[in-house]
């Protein structure tokens, strides 16, 4: 058994060992609540992109973008073919030029300007919530990401018109987090 006076000099020491043990477990607990709380925002997103009028832009664009990459004698397949792996920097210049103009009159053409808008929109609102920790970065990565650089990369050039119209940036947010996923090559050179 120890003596008295072994014990008085541990139990400050005890104490501080019990203090500690317990500060780290209501830490823990805080991280977990905090990570749930990022995981049901981010499934709200979830629930959100499944609704219209998000599922309804969503679905329109898809639509409209695979009836251009797999119709044969669609302007955009007609553009892209003249793709080759031994271009020159002007003959890439000149095919990038084609491909903007092609996409903003397609947009316009199509009416598609409100289900770019509300996807534009819908991806802002959800890469700021992730750029900031509300959501989680990791899950909208996931769940979201392929969407998110599909949607930048299509869409950028009727994007870039309206920076230009608007004097203002579009989609700058939705850059801001991909590029923080490790994403760096963007059609429009963001």
Known sequence: MPSKETTERLAPWFTLGVAII???LAWLEYREHIDARR?????????RYQKDPIFKAS????????HETETKNSGFRKITKKIKSSMTPGERTAIRKEIFSYMVNLVE???????????LDFYTTLSICASKNICSPNLVSSYFGKDLIGFINGYCPYLKKLES??????????????KSRGHTKFFCGY
Do not use: H, P, S
């Not at 995981?39 to 629930?47: A, I």
């Not at 679905?59 to 695979?66: G, K, S, V």
């Not at 199509?110 to 996807?119: C, F, L, P, S, T």
């Not at 119209?165 to 991909?178: H, M």
């Open 39 to 47: 995981t049901d925002k981010t499934l709200e997103y979830v629930e």
């Open 59 to 66: 679905n329109e664009l898809r639509i409209i973008m695979l």
């Open 165 to 178: 119209t608007w004097k203002r940036a579009f989609g700058k947010e939705i850059t801001v987090f991909l």
């Open 22 to 24: 317990a500060g780290l």
């Open 109 to 119: 053409k199509k009416k598609m300007q409100k289900y770019v808008m509300i996807m």
